[in-house]
T-cell receptor, first 114, second 113 residues
Framework: QKEVEQNSGPLSVPEGAIASLNCTYS??????FFWYRQYSGKSPELIMS????GDKEDGRFTAQLNKASQYVSLLIRDSQPSDSATYLC??????????????FGQGTTLQVKP | DGGITQSPKYLFRKEGQNVTLSCEQN?????MYWYRQDPGQGLRLIYY???????QKGDIAEGYSVSREKKESFPLTVTSAQKNPTAFYLC????????????FGPGTRLTVL
């Protein structure tokens, strides 16, 4: 079992729809969770971080964390073609201690069709 | 402007050569990291450094070396011992603490000819 798992996709949604991206992790003691967006050929850029159970909203983006079920998700409302990218989930697990090490999923490719 | 810079953007290397990738940050971050990304895959940690003059191996350190002589700089050398060095290399930095979010530089794409 991979430490952080994402469906590689592609996930295709029409413009204006809600895109739902999911990530599961294996270490129940994981502490910090991050979503990054990566355009083709570019470096990852941070979208959201979340540390406690529940929802965290920032503009069109909502991160949802459920530690009991060991998943974290990212919702993108009113999806735009410019949201088409690969979305990386990253987790700081208990094994990282105080090192700051992150474990990355392989990413989900999102395609938003006009 | 505050940020992380990496150079060069593209690098071509002949087999058997060592090359050094540059990473500089002016964010006053304590920690710096090097990742490798292969097509269709997530990021894998090569080396990381929490403070000056100290660094630790990540998950795939074989064939790589680093130094951390200054807080702002964390160069990565890809040695001839690295068997499959063609990849996208990403440098990141973060503050040190419980919410240590990592921010990435623009990356260096290395191709071995």
């Amino acid at each position: 079992q991979k430490e952080v798992e994402q469906n590689s996709g592609p996930l295709s949604v029409p413009e204006g729809a809600i895109a739902s991206l999911n990530c599961t992790y294996s270490d129940r003691g994981s502490q910090s969770f991050f979503w990054y967006r990566q355009y083709s050929g570019k470096s990852p850029e941070l979208i959201m971080s979340i540390y406690s159970n529940g929802d965290k909203e920032d503009g069109r983006f909502t991160a949802q964390l459920n530690k009991a079920s060991q998943y974290v998700s990212l919702l993108i409302r009113d999806s735009q073609p410019s949201d088409s990218a690969t979305y990386l989930c990253a987790v700081k697990n208990r094994g990282s201690g105080n090192t700051g090490k992150l474990i990355f999923g392989q990413g989900t490719t999102l395609q938003v069709k006009p | 402007d505050g940020g992380i810079t990496q150079s060069p953007k593209y690098l071509f290397r002949k087999e058997g050569q060592n090359v050094t990738l540059s990473c500089e940050q002016n964010l006053n971050h304590d920690a710096m990291y090097w990742y490798r990304q292969d097509p269709g895959q997530g990021l894998r940690l090569i080396y990381y450094s929490q403070i000056v003059n100290d660094f630790q191996k990540g998950d795939i350190a074989e064939g790589y070396s680093v130094s951390r002589e200054k807080k702002e700089s964390f160069p990565l050398t890809v040695t001839s011992a690295q068997k499959n060095p063609t990849a996208f290399y990403l440098c990141a930095s973060s503050i040190w603490g419980p919410t240590d979010t990592q921010y990435f530089g623009p990356g260096t794409r290395l191709t071995v000819l």
